[in-house]
Nanobody
Framework: VRLVESGGGSVQAGGSLRLSCVAS????????IMWFRQAPGKGREGVSC????????EYGDSVKGRFTVSRGSAQNTVDLQMNDLRPEDTAVYYC?????????????????????YGPGTQVTVSS
């Protein structure tokens, strides 16, 4: 299993970024693909979850209405569109895969953690 994130960077508050996660080594439809983030001095926070098999999604409360997770146009890619970014969104963002089900289904219970993680990508939002 391999997960690699891209698309991080620096942006001003109110701006947008799009993160991408390329997954390889496992069948995407058997897993849920999640995004977590971790800010300096804080614990890991669940951001989003996507079940490509069911097309279902789940979002953390702090990003609902601003972030959208979807299957990317490239094969085995999952994107996270982040709009109306705030300074408190500053963190390292990690793509993760969790083997749940079948069928693979997103739920808030998955925020406890995943089976596999990518190395992460930094997102910095300035005020």
């Amino acid at each position: 299993v391999r997960l690699v994130e891209s698309g991080g960077g620096s942006v001003q508050a109110g701006g947008s970024l799009r993160l991408s996660c390329v997954a390889s080594g496992f069948p995407l439809d058997d897993y849920v693909i999640m995004w977590f983030r971790q800010a300096p001095g804080k614990g890991r926070e669940g951001v989003s979850c996507l079940s490509t098999y069911r097309g279902s999604t789940e979002y953390g409360d702090s990003v609902k209405g601003r972030f959208t997770v979807s299957r990317g146009s490239a094969q085995n890619t999952v994107d996270l569109q982040m709009n109306d970014l705030r300074p408190e969104d500053t963190a390292v963002y990690y793509c993760a895969a969790a083997l749940v089900g079948p069928p693979p289904t997103c739920s808030a219970a998955l925020w406890v953690g995943a089976d596999h993680y990518g190395p992460g990508t930094q997102v910095t939002v300035s005020s």
